[in-house]
């Protein structure tokens, strides 16, 4: 695939840069945090009036149409600029999990209204090894649903649960968009290690009529949402990457120690310049993921995604705990952005499956081969 990007791609980045150096300032970052509700809703409009919460939905269906590129640029200003808001949750994974899965009339109800702003979506659906937690049974014309979901990223905020579920006597895979006001769903809501919210979420006989189920048997489009979710994670932790080592540099030229900036040492000189060889990788590894998150073959598409994921996996660690060790004890302050990228690059790092759970999942993969 060629990453010399064209200039829709281009202006489309530097559009989503624009919105987040004017209007979404650390400190202006650090106001949202510590508010009543933990994300703007001023923000989350802005990015709908720019067209971004339609960035990957198809042109047929009312969208932008941009495709995992378009995904993997705005991610990349995401990750720079640490949004608080539901951008990854809502406009990337939950938005593909409808346009993977949906019929044609529930497209239509659910896409305009997840790009204008007005609904935020999220995907409940647990991480690689810990299985669905769900139970769907049949019940009438319709469903009962009961089981639990953890750390679902925005699920207390969200106006829409997208509850994956195994249809019980059978191994098929549904996927239920059910309002979060239905009865017998209960949320727990909290702030996550990076700041931003999540939820654990139990069902107790819900009931959910045969309109809510998504299609049919979900499996393999919540896989390909999954994966192109998660190839916009790795673009989101490349960005993050980029602004904690430029944030490193910065200090290194401006502190001084027995009279001469600590850049001038060697020792932090070499290290400094690991730190870029692990970014760069990152990147690398960001385009691969990129280019395979669509590949019609799953088992290539999750290779390359796995190789991704611990490769930027290990970069995020490395960068990260080098900053933090560069800055010294400032730099696990909230006062500097450095701990906040910090943060957001390790809860990177068990998102979507951790590192040892994918490399373990690689490995599976060339040993069937």
């Known amino acids: 695939m060629d990453f010399s990007f064209n200039d829709e791609q281009q202006m489309l980045l530097e559009t989503t840069r624009r919105l987040i150096a004017k209007d979404y300032t650390f400190a202006h970052r650090m106001k949202i945090r510590e508010g009543a509700d933990g994300w703007s809703r001023d923000t989350w409009m802005q990015l709908a009036d720019l067209g971004l919460l339609a960035l990957t939905i198809p042109e047929d269906d009312g969208g932008i149409g941009a495709g995992a590129i378009g995904a993997m640029l705005v991610s990349n200003a995401v990750g720079e600029g640490l949004l608080l808001e539901p951008f990854h949750a809502s406009a990337i994974v939950a938005t593909q999990a409808i346009v993977q899965i949906a019929n044609a009339h529930q497209r239509a109800k659910w896409l305009p209204a997840l790009a204008s702003g007005e609904t935020i979506a999220v995907l409940a659906h647990n991480d690689a090894g810990k299985g669905i937690g769900v139970e769907a049974t049949p019940d009438g014309n319709g469903w009962k649903l009961t089981g639990h979901k953890q750390a679902v990223y925005h699920g207390d905020i969200a106006d829409l649960l997208l509850v994956s579920a195994r249809i019980k006597g059978n191994d098929e895979v549904a996927l239920f968009a059910l309002p979060a006001d239905t009865q017998g769903i209960t949320r727990h809501g909290y702030r996550t290690v990076d700041d931003q919210r999540a939820a654990n979420l139990e069902l107790k006989d819900v009931s959910a009529s045969v309109d809510t189920r998504l299609g049919g048997n979900a499996a393999a489009g919540l896989q390909a949402a999954i994966d192109f979710g998660l190839a916009a994670l790795c673009a989101e932790a490349v960005g993050a990457l980029d602004r904690i080592l430029a944030a490193t540099i910065d200090y290194s ?40 998150c669509t590949d019609a073959d799953a088992d290539v598409r999750r290779a390359a995604l796995s190789a991704a994921k611990v490769s930027i996996g290990q970069a995020a660690r490395f960068v990260g705990q080098q900053a933090v060790q560069i800055h010294g004890g400032m730099g696990m302050t909230d006062e500097l952005d450095v701990s906040h990228y910090f943060k957001r690059l390790t809860a990177f790092e068990l998102r979507g499956g951790t590192t040892d759970v994918h490399l373990r999942g690689y490995a599976r993969g060339l040993s069937t081969k």
Request: net charge positive.
């Open 253 to 292: 030229r401006a502190r001084n120690q027995f009279g001469v900036p600590i850049g001038n040492f060697q020792a932090l000189q070499h290290r400094m310049a690991d730190m870029l060889m692990y970014a760069e990788q990152a990147r690398s590894m960001s385009y691969l993921a990129t280019s395979r």
